[in-house]
């Protein structure tokens, strides 16, 4: 899979900002004209179970808690979410930290892992996106050194693909017994939909375990569901020392984000680390995202037989349509990346889809499709006859 020129493109980049939305539901967005779009972009990631999901929208309804909670102060749903998450993560992931958002859970992240090992340096994957911060985009594409270039120093980036040769290089980095953390999507929606060859994610393990590098797992976007498990990483035979989320968490109801780490990273962090945050875990946002959780993990199977037969389905559709340039597919599950040979033609295809009805991601020669894990078969099909329609 080729590496991606920028970090993610948003859609006020692609040309979509006029787009001015007026409501959504299901797998529908109207605009202010009453324009009717499929959206298999679902805000990146966000809206994991269709807009205005009544399960969520009636307990924001009900909300009956405090208007806020001061973060010095104990507030047992908060306890209550930490515990579900922590169910829910792979590994041994017991330590839960508040966040707005990803780019916050990713700055936790950052800041435990230089506290815990004393170490400062970082490395990532060139050309990822983990967020807007100075510690996110430090650790994101080199890209954003140019605008600037005093981000946090000795962040090394390793190139794609994520093979042997890949494992080789970073070996040769963490031999020197200074990175505090290797960090990247377990598979990478903001590259493309890069899925680690086989092996890579176990060789790295165990590389960041011989030079005691943790490892962080950024799951902000292909968490909850989006790539056939409830996370990435449990593609793998990998247990992570730190993960991200955000996004899906609360379906886009209410903005949320959480670190979670090990005991002995948290403690670390506990102990020395600066997390306060104002608005981390407002309790009308933690209680849509225990909600979102507990359903989750209720439908677990269902959720997952579903994004496994949708995503038969899309392959098959997108395997039958003949594009105007020779097309990569980069999938799983229902995160769908489309990378064609000649550059812009991506960005080509998602305007005409757009003005035919169909909202896509798209950047330079790419398009990423991430449609509701739960749309239904008519919709899918709506969309993906626009796809073929566009090109
Ligand atoms: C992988 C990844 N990490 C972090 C972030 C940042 O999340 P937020 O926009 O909630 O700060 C994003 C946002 O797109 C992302 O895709």
Redesign the pocket.
């Known amino acids: 899979m080729p590496a991606r020129k920028r970090g993610?493109r948003h859609l006020g980049e692609q040309g979509d900002g006029d787009l001015s939305v007026a409501r959504a539901a299901g797998s529908y967005l109207f605009d202010t004209r009453g324009k009717r779009y499929v959206d298999f972009v679902m805000g990146?990631?966000v809206g994991n179970f269709g807009w205005g999901d009544a399960e969520l929208e009636r307990r924001i309804e009900r909300f009956r808690g405090p208007d806020y909670v001061y973060p010095d102060y104990r507030y047992r749903p908060w306890e209550e979410l930490a515990t579900l998450l922590a169910r829910l993560a792979p590994g041994d992931l017991t330590k839960c930290f508040r966040a707005t958002?990803?780019?916050?859970?990713?700055e936790l992240a950052i800041q435990a892992a230089m506290l815990h090992t004393k170490r400062h340096a970082f490395v990532s994957l060139e050309d990822s996106?983990?967020?807007?911060t100075f510690g996110?985009m430090s650790v994101a594409g080199s890209e954003y050194r140019e605008k600037f270039p005093r981000l946090l120093p000795n962040c090394h980036k390793i190139r794609l693909p994520l093979d042997e040769d890949a494992l080789d290089r970073i070996e040769t980095r963490l031999e020197r017994r200074d990175v505090a953390a290797f960090i990247m999507?377990p598979v990478s929606?903001?590259l493309g939909v890069c899925v680690p060859q086989p092996g890579f994610m176990e060789g790295l393990r165990a590389l960041c375990t011989r030079y005691r590098t943790l490892l962080i797992l950024?799951e902000?976007?292909?968490g909850f569901g989006r790539t056939g498990r409830i996370f990435a990483t449990e593609h793998f035979d990998i247990e992570p020392d730190i993960m991200?989320v955000?996004?899906a968490i609360s379906g886009g109801v209410a903005g949320m984000?959480a670190m979670l780490a090990t005991a002995a990273v948290g403690e670390t962090m506990e102990a020395k680390g600066e997390f306060y945050s104002t608005y981390g875990w407002h309790p009308r946002s933690t209680d849509v995202a225990i909600a979102s959780i507990r359903r989750i993990m209720r439908d677990k199977r269902k959720l997952l037989a579903q994004v496994a037969a949708t995503s038969d389905y899309f392959r098959e559709r997108i395997g039958g349509i003949e594009f105007g340039s020779k097309l990569t597919l980069n999938m799983l599950g229902l995160a769908i990346g489309l990378h064609f040979e000649e550059d812009e033609y991506g960005d080509a295809l998602a305007d005409r889809c757009r003005s035919n009805g169909l909202l896509v991601a798209s950047q330079s020669s790419d398009v990423l499709l991430l449609p509701a894990l739960n749309i239904d078969r008519r919709t899918a099909s709506r969309g993906l006859d626009i796809l073929e329609q566009s090109v």
């Open positions: 993610q990146w990631c958002g990803g780019s916050e859970a990713v996106y983990h967020g807007n996110a999507e929606i903001n950024d902000v976007a292909c991200c955000a996004k984000g």
